[in-house]
């Protein structure tokens, strides 16, 4: 089946400073990966729609600068969020649909990164 | 917001005991999807039911879509402890930009 990978799991990081998720398809390529944002026991929030070789289409609401998308390859999208604060403390999930299926088809999902910011 | 609704928002049941999850939506879709969320984790998807479909069946999971009540049910039949966890639904519009809509969520949980 298609696996997506994600990395780190976890991160703990300091007020002020970029972390970088990033988030692999393992045995396929993704043209198209989602990214999403979960508050505890909330439901998945789109945060932007990440297209290789193109620029990121963002939900509204959400900051470009602030949350920055990168999809350069067809098995690489990674998310950084620059200069993090407690409240960008969160748990972000990447996905991604098998070419063929459309973007319509069955999501695969990573695990996840608990992001946490003191 | 475009966010589907699910209820019950969480449901505690005997193992054994079925568990029945709605889930309502707001636009016209493509399709219809469940996935499950063991805490701390990814979405794992379990079936895809089609806007041309009623119902779909897959091992312990039965799904029905009614596209003129912008609805569906996922049904758990014989649970499990091992069934714990979160089920969204999740719609893909028609048309429009790709992109997925979950609903609000279930926190099933199963007692053994």
């Known amino acids: 089946g298609a696996v997506v990978s994600q990395h780190p799991s976890w991160v703990i990081c300091k007020s002020g400073t970029s972390v970088k998720i990033e988030c692999r398809s393992l045995?396929?390529?993704?043209?198209?990966m989602f990214w999403y944002r979960q508050f505890p026991k909330q439901s998945l929030m789109l945060m932007a729609t990440?297209?290789?070789?193109?620029?990121?289409?963002?939900e509204q609401g959400v900051e470009k600068d602030k949350f920055l998308i990168n999809h350069a390859s067809l098995t690489l999208s990674t998310l950084t969020v620059t200069s993090a604060h407690p409240e960008d403390s969160s748990f972000y999930i990447c996905?991604?649909?098998?070419?063929?299926?459309?973007?319509?088809?069955?999501?695969?999902f990573g695990a996840g990164t608990r992001l946490s910011v003191l | 917001s475009q966010q589907g609704e699910e209820d019950p928002q969480a449901l505690s049941i005997q193992e054994g005991e079925n568990a029945t999850m709605n889930c309502s939506y707001k636009?016209?879709?493509?399709?219809l999807q469940w996935y499950r969320q063991n805490s701390g984790r990814g979405l794992v998807h379990l079936i895809l039911?089609?806007?041309?479909?009623r119902e779909k069946h897959s091992g312990r999971l039965r799904v029905t879509l009614d596209t003129s009540k912008k609805s569906s049910s996922l049904l758990i039949t014989a649970s499990r402890a091992a069934d714990t966890a979160s089920y969204f639904c999740?719609?893909?519009?028609?048309?429009?930009?790709?992109?997925?809509?979950f609903g609000t969520g279930t926190r099933l949980k199963v007692l053994a």
């Open positions: 990440s297209n290789e070789g193109s620029k990121a289409t963002y």
């Open positions: 996905s991604a649909s098998v070419p063929g299926q459309g973007a319509r088809g069955i999501q695969y």
């Open positions: 039911i089609r806007s041309n479909e």
């Open positions: 045995d396929f390529q993704a043209t198209t």
């Open positions: 999740a719609t893909a519009r028609t048309s429009g930009t790709y992109k997925y809509i």
């Open positions: 636009t016209s879709i493509n399709n």
